[in-house]
């Protein structure tokens, strides 16, 4: 039986079980709807404890927030009632969203980095295009990311380097100081004397704490070569808990 046919089956007979149960015996005291949206939200968060301690703090924040604003929606302040209802919900949706916020990093160059010869390289990134979560110094450390919420991200690097037609070059996707699987892109010698730019994208975990991401460039050109301060950088992406 394959994975997605077992999830299927087991996911519909518990919901059953639970319509049953919440209709039933329990005569309609819990509404089954807030169950199942629990359940999503549950099972959208990885699961385990991490996915339930996620599904408690953020159902019992959107709870929070509902709650407040029909309260402020029963008071209508002098202004029509359809009007005063909308204003309140269009305000608990836009905090829902403010609260909904997920770690995003894009970092990059202001100016052209020197890389060695043969040697790998952490690309420097002192201009912080957007960083939600604070896991990025452009001063200490700053080829470092170190993201601030524990989880899967999408980690993007770029590596351009100036003209030169006689280098290999790579970008490399690095955490704790060491390469990911999946996370090496390169090209080979180049025809002509043109400027290049690889990106290699990785899928990593990361505990939230200790844990940082790099973009590593080598090439050996045989000498020194300049990056391109627009190509070069990291994107990263929370994707999943």
């Known amino acids: 039986m394959s994975l997605n046919t077992a999830l299927a089956i087991s996911l519909g007979v518990l919901g059953a079980v639970a319509t049953w149960l919440f209709l039933g015996p329990l005569g309609g005291m819990l509404a089954i709807w807030a169950a199942f949206i629990a359940w999503g939200c549950y099972y959208h ?12 703090v953020c159902t019992a924040a959107g709870a929070i927030v509902a709650g407040i604003t029909l309260t402020v929606a029963g008071m209508s302040l002098g202004l029509p009632g359809v009007m005063w209802t909308a204003i309140c919900v269009g ?6 969203v403010l609260l909904a916020n997920v770690p995003l990093f894009v970092g990059l160059q ?19 295009t957007t960083d939600t979560y604070s896991g990025h110094s452009n001063v200490t450390n700053n080829s470092r990311y170190t993201p601030t919420a524990a989880g899967w991200y999408l980690v993007i690097a770029s590596v351009g380097l100036a003209a030169n037609s006689t280098a290999n070059r790579f970008a490399i996707v690095y955490k704790n100081g060491a390469g990911v ?3 090496t892109t390169g090209s080979f010698t180049p025809t002509n004397a043109n400027s290049s730019g690889n990106q290699a994208a990785a899928v990593v975990q990361c505990n939230g ?33």
């Open 110 to 128: 202001s100016a052209a980095q020197s890389i060695p010869n043969a040697t790998l390289t952490a690309i420097a990134m002192n201009t912080t």
């Open 45 to 56: 968060s990885g699961g385990k404890e991490t996915g339930l301690q996620s599904t408690i």
């Open 209 to 241: 704490t200790t844990d940082y991401l790099e973009v590593i460039a080598f090439q050996n050109s045989g000498g020194a070569l300049n990056t391109v301060p627009t190509q070069s950088g990291m994107q990263v992406f929370w994707i999943h808990a």
């Open 91 to 96: 305000l608990g949706v836009a905090a829902m």
């Open 181 to 183: 699987n999946l996370g």
